[in-house]
């Protein structure tokens, strides 16, 4: 796998495991947020809603304890068949009536079971006797429950059947100076409209709703599901406050809230939450214990309408293309500062593995890679140095032994495979140009006897000297050459038959006065041949021997040319 592939494998694979765990970390961080502030927004909300309750009836509630307290009514109580103080209390009930918000009042008198009431229309002006309760009349329970409760303050939500009207009773208990219940004050709030105020205030994802001390519902915005009438229901029949929930567990959870605060019923403002599901919907439930009233108000918050996950999107959208862009410029780094350059290095090592020294453009990042190719490129510049002077050296060398190879090593002069290519290339030179060329072929006469006489060694020297006095005898041009033993080949170009005679007499008369010199004489016998266009090798050197071999017969220390169109040895 290239190391590209690589790299991209490992963005990809880092990609994946940083989507997964940001998406983890995402669910639990959100269900966390969510669950923190959805709880704080409950116990706000719950406190809101108490307090929207208790100050809409906290005006009404004193006004009934007041009313409650009327020495008028009192007094009237104790004696009601008192013409005088049947009128101031009536006095007294109408001037409450007009402070109250509902413009209505209803007062119960203990003994005599009578009910006297009004409204807002003033309806029952002057006949506010309305009709008497009567213990036995499951309507009229709830009267006679209270006073056995002998609960100062009451709230109820119950349907009037006698006045045909439903209402949010407040009922106080009034009594005499001795303590004694003599009677019941208080004033009914329109339901519907109260709800509406109250509970039904079109907060989406908020439902509010208020239960009594038993759990059973006063105040929700389904009437459905309001327990009227309350006070007068045996356990069991009660819409209590677990209806709302499908789950036995919730229904469990919400009861064990509303026991918890019952216990802390001291601490003032003390919330419990707990998360719910209803219609199928998670919610997060917010209780808090009203003491004035002896409710619980509880505060239904619908997290997916309130805050939906969709919100938190952009933010994932956002890390996600922030966690893209972060891999994608990680990958154009390593690519610009990693891949390339060594892909740029692999291939430069290449051309030299395969002896080529011209390396592309190399990428060099401020990084050990850099280094690394400024390193290589150093490393080839020496090697292609060395190389070229190696080559250089070999050269030299090859064409030292070429020349060694056509050298003769004891006269210096060309040998006989020098002489053969000399041959040649004049052959070709002289069938080219259409001109002739000489050949003279010398032997020294009588050397065995040198050699036998003055050994091997004297033999040498004269050989070298043989060869000195014949490069001093030819041209510059010319190419005199050691054919093998005591034999010498001189080529003679540019030639015709006169020079080659001149210079091969000058030769013979040369070796013949030098070596008198030297103490030992010497002379050499001349075969020459004049070559014309046409001649091999063979041809000329055999008509050279010719010659040589004529000049020998006729007794030594001469000179014989042959020529093609005379194959008569002429002696020179
Ligand atoms: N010192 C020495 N002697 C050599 C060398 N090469 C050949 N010889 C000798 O040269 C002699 C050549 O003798 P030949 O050409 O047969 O005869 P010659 O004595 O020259 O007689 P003619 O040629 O007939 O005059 C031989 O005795 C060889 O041993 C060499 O390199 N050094």
């Known amino acids: ?28 961080l959100s269900a966390d947020l969510i669950e923190r502030w959805g709880r704080q927004v409950a116990e706000i909300q719950v406190r809101y809603d108490s307090a929207r309750l208790l100050q809409s009836l906290e005006r009404e509630i004193g006004l009934a304890r007041q009313m409650a307290d009327s020495t008028t009514l009192i007094n009237w109580a104790a004696d009601p068949s008192n013409q005088a103080l049947e009128a101031n209390a009536l006095r007294e009930m109408e001037s409450f009536r007009s402070n109250f918000r509902d413009n209505s009042y209803f007062v119960a008198l203990k003994e005599s079971g009578r009910y006297y009431y009004n409204n807002e ?41 006698e006045l045909g009207v439903t209402k949010l009773w407040i009922d106080v208990l009034m009594r005499d100076t001795e303590k004694q219940i003599v009677g019941m004050v208080g004033t009914g709030l329109n339901l519907d409209s109260f709800l509406q105020d109250i509970v039904d205030i079109n907060q989406d994802g908020i439902t509010t709703l208020f ?10 915005r389904d009437r459905n599901y309001i327990d009227f009438a309350t ?7 009660k819409n209590t406050v677990d209806l709302l929930f499908d789950a036995p567990e919730d229904k469990q959870k919400i009861l ?37 009233i002896g409710w619980f108000e509880i505060t239904l918050l619908d997290l997916n309408t309130l805050l939906p996950k969709s919100y938190l999107w952009p933010l994932v959208a956002v890390f996600i293309a922030s966690l893209l862009i972060t891999l994608v410029v990680f990958h154009l780094i390593i690519q610009s500062r990693i891949v390339k350059p060594i892909m740029g290095l692999e291939e430069a090592v290449e051309r030299v593995r395969s002896g080529s020294f011209t390396l592309p453009r190399l990428d060099k990042p401020d990084n050990e890679i850099g280094r690394l190719v400024d390193h290589f490129e150093k490393m080839t510049d020496s090697l ?25 090593p004891l006269t210096g002069l060309k040998n006989r495979r020098g002489l053969d290519e000399v041959l040649e290339g004049e052959i070709q030179r002289a069938g080219r140009q259409g001109s002739g060329f000489g050949v003279l072929w010398l032997d020294i006469d009588h050397f065995k006897s040198i050699n036998d006489q003055l050994g091997h060694q004297a033999g040498d020297e004269i050989l070298c000297r043989v060869a000195l006095w014949l490069k001093a005898g030819v041209r510059p041009y010319d190419h005199p ?6 034999e010498f080949v001189i080529l003679l170009s540019p030639c015709d038959l006169a020079t080659l005679e001149r210079i091969a007499k000058r030769i013979r008369e040369t070796v013949e006065q030098e070596s008198r010199k030297t103490g030992t004489p010497v002379t050499v016998s001349i075969g020459g041949y004049f070559s014309n266009p046409g001649d091999n090798v063979d041809t000329i050197l055999r008509h050279a021997d010719k010659a040589l071999y004529q000049a020998k017969n006729q007794g030594r220390n001469r000179v014989c040319i042959n020529t093609p169109e005379n194959t008569e040895v002429n002696p020179a």
């Not at 918890?260 to 601490?267: F, P, R």
């Open 121 to 161: 229309q003033n309806e029952f002006a002057g006949k506010q006797f309305r009709y008497v309760l009567s213990s036995e009349k499951p309507d009229d329970a709830w009267f006679y429950q209270l006073i056995e409760e002998d609960r100062d303050f009451h709230l109820n939500v119950n349907p009037d059947t």
């Open 231 to 237: 006070l007068i229901k045996p356990e069991g029949q």
């Open 481 to 486: 050459g050691r054919w093998g033993g005591d």
């Open 211 to 220: 239960v009594d001390y038993g759990g059973a519902i006063q105040l929700y």
């Open 384 to 408: 292609r140095d060395s190389t070229r002077e190696l080559e250089h050296k070999v050269a030299l060398r090859t064409d030292e032994l070429s020349r060694l190879a056509r050298i003769d």
């Open 256 to 292: 064990g809230m509303l026991q918890l605060l019952k216990k802390n019923s001291g601490e003032a403002g003390h919330v419990e939450s707990g998360f719910v599901t209803v219609d199928g919907r998670e919610h997060l439930a917010g209780v808090a214990f009203l003491p004035a």
């Open 1 to 28: 796998m290239s190391l590209k592939t690589r790299f991209l494998s490992l963005a990809a694979g880092l990609f994946i495991i940083a989507a997964c765990a940001s998406w983890l970390a995402y669910r639990e």
